[in-house]
């Protein structure tokens, strides 16, 4: 299996917090960059942040000050934290390495925010 899986997603409303992971399948991911990427409605996924296997952090800028992207090494998971959810951050979250595979992506997890 080289799927990522994600999960953590739900329903919110505006101003509300998530927190998203997603685990590997196995070690190696460990090395890569990874990142969290949401699909919109016309189905593009644009990438949302990124964080280097040194823990560097990068973020689109219509997230910043309300996300956070960390990795857990010995978990071999990715999270990406939400706060202040809008409902423009509605969508299908999903992660990756950067840039993506097209064999390593998983279901996505989906995030519905009201108000």
């Known amino acids: 299996q080289v799927q990522l899986v994600e999960s953590g997603g739900g329903s919110v409303q505006a101003g509300g917090s998530l927190t998203l992971s997603c685990v590997a399948p196995?070690?190696?991911?460990?090395?890569?960059?990874m990142g969290w990427f949401r699909q919109g409605p016309g189905g593009q996924r644009d990438l949302v942040a990124g964080?280097?296997?040194?823990?560097?952090?990068t973020y689109a800028d219509f997230v910043k000050g309300r996300f956070i992207i960390s990795r857990d090494h010995g978990k071999d998971t990715v999270y990406l934290r939400m706060n202040n959810l809008q409902p423009d951050d509605a969508g299908v979250y999903y992660c990756?390495?950067?840039?993506?595979?097209?064999?390593?992506w998983g279901q996505g997890t989906q995030v519905t925010v009201s108000g």
């Open positions: 964080i280097t296997a040194g823990f560097n952090t």
């Open positions: 990756n390495k950067i840039p993506p595979h097209p064999q390593y």
């Open positions: 196995a070690s190696r991911y460990r090395i890569y960059t």
